[in-house]
């Protein structure tokens, strides 16, 4: 489990002392009769939004997928953004259409040829430098901000969370056990973004949740 697309909670009202931005309050929808189910992996054409669609299905060809109709619905949807692309150097991760690149590592094309890496590895460490560019200059942005020392402050002193969790006796987790303990466990974090929102102090701070869906080799 990772993060993925972020998606901010769903507001509601809040209570005397909390921040005044809703997004920060609200708590993640509660997971408990999926895991109860088994039914823990988001299916990979609909998202981690949908719980509809959420499944056990971990093997096979359409492993990821609730079933073979929304495997072939992706199939089709993402030929048709490949269909369009000209070069592996112009690929464009971040535009509405965008491929996903778990279709394209495994079945993209362009004008015939399979991934070419030696020109996408240039799009990708253009972008690394560019988020790299985005943050430090929102860091250098927020720490000019009259105050902003203080508020540094009071985010540095709230503890960190570097929990490590061993399975007993030695057993090895299978992917399903993985998804439940990371679907059980997103009460627990979205907690903690709220000690952080709150030792902020700041107005529009926000807590999103995301899901990044691991596939096995």
Same mark, same amino acid.
């Given at each position: 489990?990772?993060?993925?697309?972020?998606?901010?909670?769903?507001?509601?009202?809040?209570?005397?002392? #909390?921040?005044?931005?809703?997004?920060?309050?609200?708590?993640?929808?509660? *997971? $408990?009769?999926?895991?109860?189910?088994?039914?823990?992996?988001? =299916?990979?054409?609909?998202?981690?939004?949908?719980?509809?669609?959420?499944?056990?299905?971990?093997?096979?060809?359409?492993?990821? *997928?609730?079933?073979?109709?929304?495997?072939?619905?992706?199939?089709?949807?993402?030929?048709?953004?490949?269909?369009?692309?000209?070069?592996?150097?112009?690929?464009? *991760?971040?535009?509405?259409?965008?491929? =996903?690149?778990?279709?394209? *590592?495994?079945?993209?094309?362009?004008?015939?040829?399979?991934?070419?890496?030696?020109?996408?590895?240039? /799009?990708?460490? +253009? %972008?690394?430098? $560019?988020?790299?560019?985005?943050? #430090?200059?929102?860091?250098?942005?927020?720490? +000019?901000?009259?105050? %902003?020392?203080?508020?540094?402050?009071?985010?540095?002193?709230?503890?960190?969370?570097? =929990?490590?969790?061993?399975?007993?006796?030695?057993?090895?987790?299978?992917?399903?056990?993985?998804?439940?303990? %990371?679907?059980?466990?997103?009460?627990?974090?979205?907690?903690?973004?709220?000690? /952080?929102?709150? %030792?902020?102090? #700041?107005?529009?701070?926000?807590?999103?949740?995301?899901?990044?869906?691991?596939?096995?080799?």
């Amino acid at each position: 489990m990772g993060c993925g697309k972020s998606h901010p909670v769903e507001p509601e009202s809040g209570q005397p002392g #909390e921040s005044s931005n809703p997004l920060a309050r609200a708590p993640p929808p509660s *997971f $408990a009769e999926l895991i109860a189910a088994g039914k823990v992996v988001p =299916d990979q054409l609909e998202g981690p939004y949908v719980f509809a669609s959420y499944h056990g299905n971990i093997t096979g060809r359409h492993r990821g *997928f609730k079933d073979k109709a929304n495997f072939d619905k992706w199939i089709a949807k993402n030929e048709a953004i490949m269909a369009k692309q000209k070069s592996w150097a112009t690929i464009d *991760f971040e535009a509405e259409d965008a491929v =996903d690149p778990v279709y394209m *590592f495994n079945y993209g094309t362009i004008k015939g040829e399979g991934l070419q890496m030696s020109k996408l590895r240039k /799009v990708v460490i +253009r %972008a690394q430098k $560019a988020m790299k560019k985005a943050y #430090e200059n929102a860091y250098i942005k927020a720490y +000019r901000k009259q105050g %902003a020392a203080e508020v540094f402050q009071r985010i540095a002193a709230v503890p960190q969370k570097l =929990d490590w969790v061993h399975q007993p006796d030695g057993a090895q987790l299978d992917l399903i056990g993985l998804y439940k303990g %990371a679907l059980g466990a997103l009460g627990e974090l979205w907690e903690y973004g709220q000690q /952080v929102v709150r %030792a902020s102090g #700041e107005e529009g701070v926000a807590v999103s949740w995301s899901l990044k869906k691991a596939r096995p080799r």
